[in-house]
């Protein structure tokens, strides 16, 4: 048997190991890969509760009862570009859907500051708090998101505010349908989890380094390929 | 030396390719996502949606002429499962958001029929428009729904109906109006729907309807949760 097909065999027999051993800890490795994605921690005494824009049936609720209950006097909302519906008035928008909810659970109007920057996405959201937090150097701010969703926001919140993002701290919110111990059992779950994995994937090469780091790797791998094919090519070709 | 060059100028060539016909493989990656089918004439149209909005307001038009140009004709809504926003009345329900719209666009009250059920997802979406089909075994449906989640939507209704009586429900899929659905690549959106559509169809392909329901908390359960998680500040 020549060197090239044992070392096919081996490759192959290590694939197949490996993905036996992941079947067989499924059981483990599934909640974990929900688990990393939540990095929320117990809330701190703080100057103000801010919400990153997206499900109100669970955030906007979140920071009602962390104000309610005392963590924070103020909640900081984003606005958000109107979409072509809200623009129509077909539906509100998604901020102002927040600020209701907000209110419904309690929280005084004055007590709810709407920052006024059109936001997109996460990132924008974060680019808003810090924008606002330029004048209030001493603020500590708890940050509430769904909680798959706290990973990506620790990233954007480091980033974005380097030193200051130590001053935050991360809420989860729990998300109906998606608990860690079983998110692979329903779609929304499953649709969350790895959208989540799959978008800080995004957000490392979009927003950080990781576009460059994989190109380098990448041209890495090919040079050491192809400098092994060469070697290998060499060894087994028949001496005169 | 001469095969290094020749096989240089092969991915030279390779690359060149990808990079001038992206559009026409990025179009292709979505075909699977969509059903496309002929128009068909028929009685009753089905709209799904969420408490967010129906499928945007091309859908609320289209159907709102559809529905005017010939008397008799039908538009059926599907309920969904409503959020707390909507059980607080913090925002319309589906059903009273498409009614108070096509009601505007000229379509009679009467014409509007909402099928309750309060479905959870799809599937159990696909189980009410059957029970109703049932009902009414010589009925025709063209089922309205977002443009890269229509073949999952077909590939739901062939699973839960069967053949005869799946072949009852056409599907009628429509693009999202914030971006061209030929060139959704270029929208942050329309990137997120294809992800999405994918999650979702190859969830539906490997696992089908699951037996359990995904737990969903009433108002006052969710602020009972939160009251025991975050109590009282120190």
Not at chain 1, 2 to 15: E, F, P, V
Not at chain 1, 174 to 179: I, L, S, Y
């Amino acid at each position: 048997m020549s060197r090239r097909r044992i070392g096919c065999l081996a490759g192959l027999g290590l694939a197949v190991c490996l993905l036996l051993a992941a079947v067989s800890a499924r059981g483990r490795l599934l909640p974990a890969a929900a688990a990393w994605l939540d990095v929320g921690q117990p809330p701190q005494p703080a100057d103000a509760v801010f919400v990153l824009l997206g499900d109100p049936d669970t955030r906007s609720m979140t920071a009602a009862a962390l104000v309610r209950a005392g963590w924070a006097p103020r909640v900081l909302l984003n606005t958000l570009a109107p979409t072509e519906q809200e623009k129509k008035g077909l539906v509100l928008p998604g901020h102002e859907v927040h600020r209701r909810m907000l209110l419904h659970c309690g929280v005084p109007a004055r007590d709810i500051v709407l920052l006024d920057n059109q936001v997109r996405t996460t990132y924008d959201e974060v680019l808003g708090l810090a924008a606002y937090l330029v004048s209030r150097p001493d603020w500590r701010v708890l940050v509430v998101t769904d909680g798959p969703h706290t990973r990506r926001s620790q990233w954007i919140l480091r980033r974005v505010l380097g030193d200051r993002a130590s001053q935050t701290s991360l809420i989860s919110a729990a998300v109906d349908g998606c608990r860690a111990d079983s998110w692979w059992q329903s779609e929304s779950g499953v649709s969350f989890v790895v959208s989540e994995y799959l978008k800080l994937g995004f957000y490392a090469v979009r927003y950080g380094t990781a576009g460059y780091v994989g190109a380098a790797v990448g041209v890495v791998l090919v040079l050491a390929w192809w400098a092994c094919r060469r070697r290998w090519r060499r060894c087994s070709a028949p001496s005169p | 030396m001469r095969a290094i060059r020749v096989k240089l100028s092969v991915a030279a060539l390779a690359t060149l390719l990808v990079v001038a016909g992206h559009g026409p493989v990025l179009r292709m990656l979505t075909w699977p996502l969509v059903d496309e089918q002929p128009p068909h004439e028929a009685a009753i149209r089905c709209l799904q949606g969420s408490e967010y909005g129906a499928e945007g307001d091309p859908t609320l038009d289209e159907s709102a002429q559809w529905c005017r140009e010939v008397p008799g004709r039908q538009i059926l809504l599907l309920q969904p499962w409503p959020h707390r926003v909507v059980e607080r009345q913090i925002v319309p329900s589906f059903e009273q958001m498409v009614r108070r719209e096509l009601t505007a666009r000229g379509v009679s009250n009467a014409a509007i029929v909402t099928l309750r059920g309060k479905a959870r997802d799809e599937w159990e979406e696909a189980h009410l428009l059957g029970s109703w089909l049932q009902q009414n075994p010589a009925a025709e449906v063209v089922l309205v729904c977002d443009r890269f989640h229509s073949g999952r939507m077909r590939y739901i209704f062939d699973s839960v109906l069967g053949r005869p009586l799946a072949a009852q429900v056409r599907i009628r899929p429509m693009a999202d109006p914030d971006y061209d659905p030929a060139y959704w690549w270029r929208s942050r959106k329309g990137v997120k729907d294809v992800m999405y559509g994918w999650l979702g169809l190859a969830y539906a392909w490997g696992a089908g309807q699951q037996p359990g329901t995904p737990p969903h908390w009433t108002f006052a359960e969710y602020q009972s949760l939160l009251t025991e998680t975050y109590g009282k500040a120190r």
